[in-house]
């Protein structure tokens, strides 16, 4: 991290007093017990306190806070309800967290254009549960998005098991309003279907929170779908297994939903919710359908036959709404199940062409007996995204290290196959060394210039994405081939 | 617009392309060259044609994606991805004809506009399907972003950026796209004579239904009266893909839901797909020397663009794109429903000026890319 700044430190009185003014009331906390709760978000091995938080309620409080922390070098951590695997909204000793959670009004609902205007802090579920009496939902469905807010989505970019079919947020956004570090508001995007100028709505969802404070969006509202079925498959190989998500994919199939779980997992999961998962199995997919009637009874027969046909031990497909959420009752709760079965979980995140798939977990086992840690896998299936769980106490020294040092490994690993560090959890400190492993100086270089645009003192939730912060005049140097700009003259745009 | 034979560059492999930027010339960016005439460059002094990077990298099928490098033509990668039971999502229009241009359109050119055909409504633009890029900045800079995987989020999606930034940030050199299965079965269902206000409720509903539209058009009656449909009143369709049972539930569905909007008829299979063939590259408006504006507004409020300005319309999109032959310049009302217009063919300003913090926002991000200006100068608006 960006070593603190021991002045701005001892500055923080001024700096609280200062916050108090822009948001009056309760909106500001500077005393250590109040700061503890933001100490760290869902990647909890790292933690820190930080100088103090705000919570402002109006944009034009977050305007006021944003143009004050520019004005005095303060740099500011943007945070929703801080369930962030990879530590974006990690806080820093010499910055101010700007918690969006007052934000949580749901502003307009608008079927004639299927979408809604919502604040950023609305939970992701929230915003479906406001419309799904009307046949809507809105679709991207992350884990956590009983709790998740959706302007941590749009800053995380966000998935879920639906993506496959239904895509990532960025997929599913209309517009967003954010406050720039300066102050300023800009609108991106609106209720259309695209925007004039750039698409910075598209380059703004997955920035980690890097390049602006996301205070109104707008989501596209997809119609309910008529029916849906869950079907399980159990497999005595994970190749038999990865080997029927192809055949799916290559009948012209894409599920709603596409999860794989390997034995670990399995038991681990039936151990903790009995959802009736075979347990001889050595791979179980979980494959979802949804659409009219008559097409979720086609297609589950149709993929029946091709886990048939790929010798599949068990075929079950659920023949009521019940039955259907008790098989995903098992892949919902694969992360508390690991969690009683080892005292500390670390997940993993990549995302590799699935043709790689029995490689790729062949390889993770083998590290894992290297490094004396256990390992389960759940994965998204349909889109190649892996989530090795691996297994380890924090109380055995060296453990927490050498699950770090495992969990490098894979994404390594993942990149090295052809695939990429994070499919949906962002980068945030978490792999942020790792980023050499997919991007040269050149391209990091090349992102770090977007981020100057938008934030050109680099104060917004620095030490997060990049592993070396370039300061923005050094990047500014513009190549000149043989000392000249050709036609200085002319406007250029 | 340059002489396109006196002075095109036409590069073999991203290196070359890295070392033409790099000499530091204004450069007009050009792929097929079908969208050359909007928003036309000024003082450029050489073309850079992306005509001799056309190879295809990778195409895994079962992986969903493709890698090809930028100057690909469209109708050679649609007839690759058919060979293998599957398509290119976001339908890319071919609007040579549209345009008056002779050339082919390629990858490269329909991402870097963010172009996408009638199943933007269900499958998403251009832009949703872009996954990774290689991209020579103005800097002279051979860089890489996104991934050659469905699904991630590491880094900046500098793709989004990209689309819809039409060759001003950087030359795009190789591309990653998602591709999905094709449709077993399409079928269209058409409504006539419906006011063009009636026919954006009637898309309205259909699109509220659970019925997977993948295509909602309304020609009004003087476009459907055109070539190619010359038909006598206005015609309303709505298309419905997938596996043939599906297909057959929903437009049972949809004719029950949209019963009050008369008379129903069906196209199925090879007429359903040539009529979205011509809505998708808005056949019905080619050849007619008006100028032709590209609107974008919330769906619901598509209709009222025909009410704004005089002219033929086409509305795609469920109302949420509209094509429109006009002599009036509608951009302050499109601009009060809250969409914007591009100038597709005609004298005009053909982007929507940007004001305010966006606009300098703007100016900082092609400064990033592009500080001396170098690529396609002039385009989306002089500064």
């Known amino acids: 991290m960006p070593l603190p700044d021991a002045a701005l430190i001892a500055r923080k009185g001024e700096i609280v007093r200062a916050l108090r003014r822009l948001v009056p009331g309760e909106g500001v906390i500077g005393d250590p017990a109040g700061l503890v709760p933001f100490q760290s978000d869902g990647l909890s091995a790292y933690r820190q306190t930080p100088l103090a938080v705000v919570l402002p309620d109006t944009t034009a409080q977050v305007c006021a806070v944003l143009a004050w922390c520019q004005a005095n070098g303060v740099k500011v951590v943007p945070r929703g309800a801080g369930t962030s695997l990879s530590g974006g909204a990690l806080p820093l000793q010499d910055g101010v967290v700007l918690g969006m959670a007052k934000f949580n009004r749901i502003l307009q609902v608008d079927y004639a254009n299927r979408c809604a205007v919502v604040q950023p802090g609305v939970t992701n579920l929230a915003i479906t549960g406001a419309v799904q009496a009307d046949g809507f939902y809105y679709a991207p469905d992350p884990s956590s998005q009983v709790a998740c807010t959706i302007g941590g989505n749009v800053a995380e970019n966000s998935g879920g098991v639906h993506c496959l079919k239904y895509g990532l947020t960025t997929n599913n956004l209309l517009g967003c309003e954010i406050v720039l570090m300066s102050g300023e508001v800009v609108r991106l995007g609106g209720k259309g279907f695209d925007a004039a100028g750039y698409d910075l709505l598209g380059v703004v969802t997955g920035s980690e929170g890097l390049l602006g404070v996301v205070t109104e969006v707008t989501v596209r509202l997809l119609t309910s779908p008529q029916a849906a079925r869950a079907m399980l498959l159990g497999f005595a190989s994970v190749e038999a297994a990865g080997a029927t998500v192809g055949d799916i994919i290559a009948a012209g199939v894409i599920p709603a939903g596409l999860e794989m779980m390997d034995r670990p997992a399995i038991l681990a999961a039936e151990a903790f919710v009995g959802a009736g998962y075979p347990t001889d199995a050595e791979a179980l997919l979980i494959v979802e359908l949804d659409g009219p009637e008559a097409e979720c009874a086609e297609l589950s027969e149709q993929v029946a036959g091709i886990g048939e046909a790929r010798g599949a031990t068990t075929i079950r497909t659920s023949s009521s709404d019940a039955e259907r959420l008790a098989f995903w009752a098992g892949r919902k709760a694969a992360f508390p199940a690991v969690g009683r079965i080892s005292p500390d979980y670390y997940c993993m995140d990549g995302t590799i062409p699935r043709r790689q798939l029995p490689h790729v977990l062949g390889a993770i086992a083998q590290m894992g007996r290297e490094y004396g840690l256990g390992v389960a896998n759940v994965f998204h299936a349909g889109d190649g995204n892996l989530h090795p769980l691996i297994l380890y106490d924090a109380d055995k020294p060296g453990q927490l290290e050498a699950a770090e040092a495992f969990g490098a490994d894979i994404l390594k690993l993942c990149v090295a196959v052809g695939g990429v560090l994070t499919g949906e959890h962002g980068v945030g400190v978490e792999k942020r060394d790792l980023m050499g492993e997919m991007f040269n100086e050149t391209d990091l270089a090349c992102q770090q210039r977007v981020k100057c645009a938008f934030d050109p003192d680099l104060l917004l939730n620095p030490g997060k994405v990049f592993p070396r912060l370039h300061r923005c005049a050094e990047l500014g140097r513009v190549h000149v081939h043989r000392g000249a700009v050709a036609f200085p003259e002319l406007p250029r745009f | 617009m340059l002489d396109v034979a006196a002075r095109t560059e036409t590069p073999k492999t991203a290196a070359e392309v890295v070392e033409l930027v790099a000499e530091g010339r204004p450069l007009e960016i050009v792929g097929g060259g079908t969208k050359r005439g909007?928003?036309?460059?000024?003082?450029?002094?050489?073309?850079?044609?992306?005509?001799?990077?056309?190879?295809?990298?990778?195409?895994?099928?079962?992986?969903?994606?493709?890698?090809?490098?930028?100057?690909?033509?469209?109708?050679?990668?649609?007839?690759?991805?058919?060979?293998?039971?599957?398509?290119?999502?976001?339908?890319?229009?071919?609007?040579?004809?549209?345009?008056?241009?002779?050339?082919?359109?390629?990858?490269?050119?329909?991402?870097?506009?963010?172009?996408?055909?009638?199943?933007?409504?269900?499958?998403?633009?251009?832009?949703?399907?872009?996954?990774?890029?290689?991209?020579?900045?103005?800097?002279?800079?051979?860089?890489?972003?996104?991934?050659?995987?469905?699904?991630?989020?590491?880094?900046?999606?500098?793709?989004?950026?990209?689309?819809?930034?039409?060759?001003?940030?950087?030359?795009?050199?190789?591309?990653?796209?998602?591709?999905?299965?094709?449709?077993?079965?399409?079928?269209?269902?058409?409504?006539?004579?419906?006011?063009?206000?009636?026919?954006?409720?009637?898309?309205?509903?259909?699109?509220?239904?659970?019925?997977?539209?993948?295509?909602?058009?309304?020609?009004?009656?003087?476009?459907?009266?055109?070539?190619?449909?010359?038909?006598?009143?206005?015609?309303?369709?709505?298309?419905?893909?997938?596996?043939?049972?599906?297909?057959?539930?929903?437009?049972?569905?949809?004719?029950?839901?949209?019963?009050?909007?008369?008379?129903?008829?069906?196209?199925?299979?090879?007429?359903?797909r040539d009529f979205w063939a011509q809505v998708r590259d808005v056949e019905a408006l080619w050849k007619d020397p008006r100028p032709l504006w590209r609107i974008s507004v919330p769906p619901a409020a598509g209709w009222r663009v025909g009410e704004a300005a005089a002219g033929e319309a086409l509305y795609d999109w469920g109302g949420g794109l509209v094509w429109l032959l006009s002599e009036d310049n509608p951009r302050a009302a499109v601009r009060a429903l809250g969409g914007h217009a591009t100038l597709y063919r005609g004298e005009g300003l053909a982007f929507e000026p940007l004001d305010g913090p966006l606009k300098a926002l703007t100016a900082r991000v092609k400064a990033a890319f592009d500080p001396n200006g170098v690529l396609n100068p002039g385009r989306m608006g002089a500064s």
């Open chain 2, 38 to 272: 909007i928003g036309a460059v000024a003082g450029a002094d050489a073309v850079l044609s992306l005509a001799g990077l056309t190879r295809v990298i990778d195409y895994a099928p079962e992986e969903l994606v493709l890698t090809a490098q930028a100057g690909v033509k469209l109708a050679t990668l649609e007839k690759l991805v058919a060979a293998q039971g599957q398509m290119l999502p976001f339908e890319p229009p071919h609007l040579g004809r549209l345009l008056g241009a002779k050339g082919q359109p390629t990858l490269g050119g329909a991402l870097a506009a963010n172009l996408s055909g009638p199943r933007r409504i269900r499958a998403g633009a251009a832009r949703d399907h872009f996954l990774g890029l290689e991209a020579v900045t103005g800097r002279g800079e051979l860089v890489k972003a996104g991934g050659r995987v469905v699904k991630n989020v590491t880094g900046y999606d500098l793709c989004k950026l990209m689309a819809g930034s039409w060759g001003t940030l950087a030359v795009l050199t190789e591309v990653t796209i998602k591709v999905l299965p094709a449709a077993r079965t399409e079928l269209t269902l058409l409504f006539f004579g419906l006011d063009d206000r009636r026919a954006g409720e009637a898309m309205t509903r259909a699109l509220h239904a659970p019925a997977e539209v993948s295509g909602a058009a309304h020609l009004p009656a003087a476009t459907a009266a055109r070539a190619p449909l010359k038909g006598e009143m206005a015609v309303t369709a709505l298309r419905l893909e997938g596996f043939a049972a599906s297909v057959a539930a929903r437009a049972e569905h949809l004719a029950m839901a949209l019963k009050d909007f008369g008379r129903v008829e069906q196209l199925d299979g090879p007429l359903s």
